[in-house]
Structures are given as C-alpha cells and as structure tokens.
C-alpha cells in the first residue's frame, strides 16, 4: 500500500516537508578540496559494492539489520553539501527525496514521528536517496531528564529516526553545520562521515569562474577573480550569491544594454552585501538563542513553582488533617 505521504509527492512537488527531486546536478557543478572528494568517491564506491558484500559474499546472512548507507556531509553552510546529495543520486541513477525537518515537524503531538516513518517508506517506494537537510533539528541528543511533552516528543522522534535507519536497506544522507549536536547514537550507524570543508584560494578562484557564462556574461576588462579569491575568503554559496548581486546591479546602471558591464566593483560591493547580510543572520541567531535559553529557564522555573505548589500542598493538608484530628 503505498505510502499518504508519497500520494502528496509528484515531480518536485513539496508535502509535509518531504519533496521528490530528479537529480540534474553532478560533480562537476561543484568544487571540491581533493579530500572531500575523495571522501565522496569511497561513498559512492560503498553503495556500488553493496550487493557485491552482502549478497555474493553473505555477509548479509550474518548481518541481518543495519544494512542501509548512512553518510553524514557536515560543514559550513554554502560548501556544496546539498549539490553533493544531488550528485550522488545522480552518479546512482536514483531520485533524491529531500527531508527538511523543520516543514515535517509538527505541532501535533506524535505526528513528527508518523512523518518521518513515511519518508521512510516513502524512499523505499521510490528507490529514492533519502536526504535529510538540516539534520542537527532532527537527530539532536536525547534529554535524559525529558519531563516537559516537548522533551519527550524529540527523544520519540529520535528513537523513531534510529529504528528506521537501522531497517532501512538504501541510502541516507545527512547534511548538517552542526554535527556536534547528533545523539551519540548515531555514530555507528553513520557509515561514511565526509567533512566539506571551507575552499581555498585555488577553489575560490574557479568557483568564481564557473558562476560565469563563458560566452554571454558581459564582463568587464578589469575584473579580476584571482584578486577577488585572494581577498575573500568565503564559501562558494557565498560566491553565487554575489555573482547574482553583481549582475542585478550592473544590469540596474542607466545605460543602454549594449554598453552594460560587470565590474570589479559591482563584484567587490556584492561581496560586501552579503557578508553584511551574514552579519544581520548572525545577530538574529544569536537573539534566537538567547529566547531559547529565556524559555528554558522559564520552564525551569515553572517546574520549581510548581513543585513548590506541590510541597505547600501537603504540607496544608497534613495541618488540616492534624487540626481535625486533634
């Protein structure tokens, strides 16, 4: 029977934070250090193996669970770890299902579960990469001290994600910017950790070229992308974000088409929009964060008052028991 969720999936289209996407984009749309893709390429080396290991040479008798390949991409945002997901699927002939947790969470309580279950299955259904974006949200530590239904629903969700990926028999792919913050749990079933580290000169340097069309992007003569790699030190999501604010600029100039150029300038000063605008992302992550630990200690102190309530209480009723009894 097939999965509600996957009903709701056709082409790219988007439900309960769950899309199916045909893979267009490969390895050569990204630039990788040469460790990271070497990392990539035993990844990819593992899935193609697979029957070769566990059915030609029965290890898949011994070994009757545990037999799905979870590869974890952490890094920084904008070094690739998403183009990379795609590329994999593509290299394997497979659709990409693109998990984000923060659309599948839900405010009723025990339905996060039932969706991340039906991404799952819905994976299975399709002989779909499952890709679990942002996966810090989803497969965060337990609380060992879950006394608030918000506590107790994470660590459900938790022990639902490791079940699953402990019967699952494809591929699942993490991304996350915060791989401190996995339940320890999820090291062993993690095959493959690839690290996507930030580029360096040389990669930035080629990053900035290939955001250019070869022959129609109207450059202009003093634009220089060795000096722009050199000066920058930014992830190549950075990169294509300042591309395309340099473009929309010189393409906003008064002047007639003909005569528009991209120049160095228009490139520098895209830069310094987006590191701006990284600044103000910062700032509100930080405000973010100190709301959490506001609403943390909020509920700490609720759970004082309350089991102060609880002590005076007692303590009433075993006066008043006493008075009567007198």
Request: glycine share 6%; with cysteine; proline share 4%.
């Amino acid at each position: 029977m097939a999965s509600p969720l996957l009903s709701l999936l056709t082409g790219r289209t988007a439900g309960r934070g769950v899309e199916t996407v045909i893979p267009h984009r490969t390895f050569a749309d990204v630039i990788l250090p040469a460790e990271t893709r070497r990392a990539l390429d035993e990844a990819l080396a593992q899935v193609r193996n697979h029957s070769l290991i566990f059915t030609r040479w029965g290890l898949g008798e011994r070994h009757t669970t545990g037999l799905g390949l979870a590869f974890n991409f952490a890094g920084p945002p904008g070094t690739g770890k998403t183009i990379c997901a795609e590329a994999i699927a593509h290299e394997l002939g497979m659709k990409l299902l693109v998990v984000n947790y923060a659309e599948v969470e839900s405010m009723w309580m025990g339905e996060t579960p039932k969706n991340i279950v039906a991404a799952f299955r819905s994976a299975a259904e399709q002989r779909a990469v499952l890709f679990f974006d942002e996966a810090d949200a989803i497969a965060t530590r337990r609380s060992a001290n879950a006394l608030v239904p918000y506590d107790r629903e994470s660590n459900t969700v938790v022990n639902v994600l490791l079940r699953e990926l402990e019967a699952f028999n494809g591929v699942v792919i993490f991304a996350t910017n915060l791989a401190a913050n996995f339940d320890p749990a999820f090291e062993r079933r993690i095959r493959t950790h690839v690290r996507f580290e930030m580029p360096g000169l040389e990669e930035r340097e080629r990053i900035w070229k290939v955001q250019i069309h070869p022959s129609r992007t109207p450059l202009a003569r003093d634009v220089d992308f060795h000096a722009l790699a050199e000066r920058f030190a930014i992830s190549g999501g950075d990169i294509k974000n300042a591309v395309l604010k340099a473009a929309a600029a010189a393409a906003g100039e008064p002047v007639v088409d003909r005569e528009k150029r991209i120049h160095q300038r228009h490139l520098e000063r895209a830069v310094a929009d987006v590191l701006a605008a990284k600044d103000v992302m910062r700032q509100s992550l930080f405000e973010e964060r100190t709301a959490v630990v506001a609403e943390t200690r909020w509920r700490q102190a609720l759970l004082v008052a309350l089991c102060l309530a609880g002590a005076a209480l007692v303590v009433a009723l075993t006066a008043l028991t006493l008075v009567l009894f007198r």
